[in-house]
């Protein structure tokens, strides 16, 4: 059980560039999350699916995008990155709601803009 | 939207002594609050959490407290160790939309 995994690990962009982090959990959960953390920061949500085919904006969703794939993977999308994206970013999952239960977290991938 | 205040930013304690870490939230229909302890470079991990028709749970060394009326929540860590050192974050959730509202952060130091 490997829980919920993320690719990449690390990355580094231009201005401008364009890519896909991807997270994928093996809980069957129904629930999936993407938060943002930066410097002396707690999370914040960017976006938040509910179930497979569905998704809603969080706190700081300007800028991205998302796909719920399937029920295991939930990806997120930044089309044109700028250095104000510069972030550690964090999958989670959770059986339903949070307010039903424990969101598991990602090992998270720390992306710098340059 | 929800608000969460994290109040210390840092917090230094002696070994053995305890550490308290106080929260307040915003939004009345918030009834899930998780405590996450995360160490440098890690992902954060869920330490003990309390819904919001339960006022105290306790997990060994560690308690949390929750204040319906007043809106705030702490966490008691008693008997510190050196390993207790970390970032801890309160969060709620379940009120309007999904997903889990964060406070800044509290740098928990323990002194040898």
């Known amino acids: 059980n490997a829980g919920v995994t993320q690719t990449p690990k690390f990355q580094v962009l231009k201005t401008g560039q364009s890519m896909t982090l991807q997270c994928a959990q093996d809980m069957n959960h129904n629930s999936m999350y993407w938060y943002r953390q930066d410097p002396g920061m707690g999370l914040r949500l960017i976006y938040y699916s509910a179930s497979e085919g569905t998704t809603d904006k969080g706190e700081v969703p300007n800028g991205y995008n998302v796909s719920r794939l399937n029920k295991r993977e939930f990806s997120l999308r930044l089309e044109s990155a700028a250095p104000s994206q510069t972030s550690v970013y964090f999958c989670?999952?959770?059986?339903?709601?949070?307010?039903?239960?424990?969101?598991?977290f990602g090992p998270g991938t720390r992306l710098t803009v340059t | 939207g929800e608000n969460v205040e994290q109040h210390p930013s840092t917090l230094s304690v002696q070994e053995g002594d305890s550490a308290v870490i106080k929260c307040t939230y915003s939004?009345?229909?918030?009834?899930?609050f998780p405590w996450y302890k995360q160490e440098l470079g890690k992902r954060p991990q869920l330490i003990i959490d309390i819904r919001s028709n339960v006022g105290e749970k306790k997990d060994q060394r560690i308690a949390v407290t929750l204040n319906k009326t007043a809106k705030h929540f702490s966490l008691h860590i008693t008997e510190t160790q050196p390993e207790d050192s970390a970032v801890y974050f309160c969060a709620s959730g379940g009120g309007g939309a999904d997903g889990l509202t964060f406070g800044k952060g509290t740098h928990l130091i323990i002194q040898p």
């Open positions: 939004d009345s229909a918030s009834n899930y």
């Open positions: 989670a999952s959770s059986e339903g709601p949070i307010s039903s239960g424990e969101q598991y």
